[in-house]
């Protein structure tokens, strides 16, 4: 077959996908490697970057091989990585502990106290984000609390961008405003590091990177990491972006008015902006897009693939006489749409890690309400998926009446927009036309866009994006509203009924009560 390809390589929370494309951002070669996150304790997320570099290494062989076999050459390699999610490395640059997840919520009660150090009003016009223990930096300030025998030998704070980066051969540990957004360390309006909110905090910023540019070469393969990985030696290495602003460039989010929803095991929302300015509410966060001095804005809803994959692993079982072709969620969503919709009534909060955008409560956990001997396991998975699907609806209403002349597109991308059922079900919810992509896994063709962009085939983003985006279908809600309406709406008084009554607040207590009886593994 001949030709090059431009691979990206995105590094998500519970895998690893490598992927190949061609000159007119064809796919033409792909692997996923699985790995895991621990939960040492209720709220804790974390991971081990040994695991996810063994993860992406054996992606990498694996699609190397198929493109030695091809007789393909690789131009070069952008990487797309979880925002959120940091090590401390020692003076030798290796991890100290592993790596806590954007997801992880131990560290609540750092808002308070950071908002008495900077007022949450000046913390948000710094940095265009609420303050959250959700961010890294309360999770540092966490850490410098009860965890000095980490901090005190730390020296650096990395996330995945540049840690992985290097170790295929990057020259230095550097990363980019696209690939801190959830950190809160971010000055806003420079796009550079918040001295006044590492001075607040506490951070010593002589351990944070130092802050480059998304679409940068930044160095080449290794032999090292070639022996590994099955790259040819001296490959360019290209920084991408986070992963959402990575689906964001390769959604072709290029412009004023058009978003993207990531749906993988969060479902993140990032749409393109011009200026900091257009933006006229605090329910949203800010931060740096993959094109290079461009802003976006997001919401996020942590836990919506979660709770497919805990139904997977805890509570699935298959219809009677269900077939066994295709994916378990296939069989999962097909199951579902065999109960009528609203599930008879019952109502899933899929809040497992907490909720974002609008509401920003780390305390709240997931639950069905309405339970009744009426309900099978076709009405609770669908409930499941409804309920994924009214958080997608709080955070998609956020952003289109937070952002001046609101949301004229809306893409969906990631895992779960390849199901047709959902993305039906979805659609009827939100009450919104969604258009699909040709390739839905678009984390990983915007790191090779950004990587393209890196070696100077692609001259900037925009570009990219004309040359490698491509657009699918577009589907309609129903025009039969009322009962997706009623579950919304029912959904949305659950959440803020429970909130005023102090419920999450005391189910929160007793997950931390319970866990330090030590009575878990029992």
Request: hydrophobic content about 40%; aromatic content about 8%.
């Amino acid at each position: 077959m001949g030709g090059r390809v431009y691979i990206g390589l995105d590094v998500g929370t519970t895998g690893v996908l490598a992927a190949a494309f061609d000159d007119a951002g064809q796919p033409h070669a792909q692997h996923y490697r699985e790995y895991r996150c621990t939960y040492p304790a209720p709220g804790w997320v974390e991971q081990d970057m040994e695991e996810v570099w063994a993860a992406i290494c054996d992606a990498l062989l694996a699609l190397t091989a198929a493109l030695n076999a091809a007789g393909v050459t690789v131009a070069c390699v952008g990487l797309s990585s979880q925002r959120g999610t940091f090590a401390l490395l020692d003076d030798t640059k290796q991890p100290l502990a592993p790596a806590i997840v954007w997801n992880d919520n131990r560290a609540a009660e750092m808002e308070q106290v950071l908002g008495q150090r900077l007022s949450p009003q000046r913390y948000q016009a710094a940095t265009g984000m609420p303050i959250s223990g959700f961010w890294s930096v309360c999770k540092i300030m966490w850490l410098q609390q009860y965890r000095r025998d980490l901090t005190d030998r730390a020296s650096w704070i990395v996330n995945g961008q540049e840690y992985f980066l290097y170790r295929l051969g990057a020259e230095s540990l550097e990363t980019d405003p696209a690939s801190q957004t959830l950190s809160g360390m971010l000055d806003i309006a420079t796009l550079s590091w918040s001295r006044e909110v590492c001075e607040a905090a506490g951070i010593d910023m002589s351990l944070l990177p130092p802050m480059g540019a998304p679409g940068t070469h930044v160095g080449n393969v290794t032999p090292a990491a070639a022996s590994q990985t099955g790259l040819p030696v001296g490959t360019p290495l290209c920084r991408g972006a986070g992963d959402q602003q990575c689906a964001a460039v390769g959604a072709g989010v290029v412009r004023q008015g058009r978003a993207e929803i990531t749906m993988g095991t969060s479902a993140m929302m990032v749409a393109h902006l011009d200026n900091p300015a257009l933006v006229n509410a605090h329910s949203v966060y800010l931060g740096g897009h993959g094109i290079p001095g461009k802003w976006d804005v997001e919401g996020g809803a942590f836990s919506i693939g979660n709770c497919l994959r805990w139904w997977r692993d805890n509570l699935h079982a298959p219809a009677s006489g269900a077939e066994h072709s295709g994916s378990i969620y296939d069989a999962m969503v097909k199951q579902a749409m065999s109960a009528p919709p609203g599930s008879r009534g019952l109502i899933f909060h899929p809040f497992f890690a907490g909720q974002v955008t609008p509401h920003y409560d780390t305390q709240v956990r997931g639950g069905f309400f309405g339970l009744t001997l009426s309900h099978d396991h076709a009405c609770m998975i669908r409930a499941l998926l409804e309920g994924c699907a009214c958080e997608i609806r709080m955070m998609g209403e956020a952003l289109h009446t937070s952002l001046a002349g609101g949301i004229d597109t809306l893409m969906v991308t990631g895992g779960m927009a390849r199901s047709a059922m959902f993305l039906q079900l979805l659609a009827d919810i939100m009450n919104r036309p969604l258009t699909t992509l040709a390739y839905s896994e678009c984390s990983a063709l915007g790191a090779a866009m950004l990587g393209a962009v890196g070696i100077g085939v692609c001259g900037e983003v925009e570009s990219a994006a004309e040359k490698f985006v491509r657009t699918g279908t577009v589907i309609e809600p129903s025009a039969d509203r009322a009962v997706f309406d009623d579950v919304f709406g029912t959904f949305q008084d659950i959440f803020r009924i429970n909130a005023r009554s102090g419920l999450h607040q005391l189910i929160h207590g007793h997950h931390q009560r319970i866990h330090s009886f030590g009575h878990e593994g029992m």
